[in-house]
């Protein structure tokens, strides 16, 4: 469960500035990696909040989960790099081998996770004025502006 946890706060925690290109907007991001995939829709309003809406599937030693989270954090941009403060979380479904377990404990340290401050920050390239690459750790992440 903690892999999915490590992964949502990831996926919405990362996104620096280029210099001639604005992150603001809505993205569509992806990211797999071996044990779980994640698709976000993330709004960057000029008014320094970010909003997510986290999908995430995750293949587990013993267990198939499947989440979909809400986000809301304040971000900074600094030198490139994008950190944020989270405000607000709320799984809106969570999936353990097919069974609901939105209102389990594992959906609420799901929420518990996502609302952690861990200080991840990351650096953005961008391809294009519509492509743009989030490195924070190994697997990075493509989004592509809606």
């Avoid at 210099?19 to 569509?28: P, V």
């Avoid at 994640?38 to 997510?52: E, K, M, P, Q």
């Avoid at 996502?114 to 991840?120: F, I, K, Q, S, T």
Wanted: glycine share 6%; net charge negative; hydrophobic share 40%.
């Amino acid at each position: 469960m903690k892999a999915v946890l490590t992964a949502a706060a990831v996926v919405l925690c990362t996104a620096p500035l280029g210099s001639a290109q604005s992150i603001l907007g809505t993205w569509t991001c992806a990211r797999t990696t071996a044990d779980n995939d994640a698709i976000s829709n993330v709004t960057f309003n000029d008014n320094g909040r970010l909003d997510a809406l986290v999908n995430i599937e995750f293949l587990g030693l013993d267990q198939e989960v499947s989440a979909q989270a809400r986000y809301r954090s304040d971000y900074q941009l600094d030198n490139g790099m994008l950190s944020d403060t989270p405000v607000s979380a709320y799984v809106n479904r969570l999936l353990i081998n097919g069974e609901d377990a939105t209102r389990s404990e594992h959906a609420d340290a799901l929420r518990q996770g996502l609302l952690e401050d861990n200080g991840v920050s990351a650096k953005v390239t961008f391809t294009s004025e519509n492509y743009m690459i989030l490195s924070a750790d190994n697997a990075p992440i493509n989004c592509v502006r809606m």
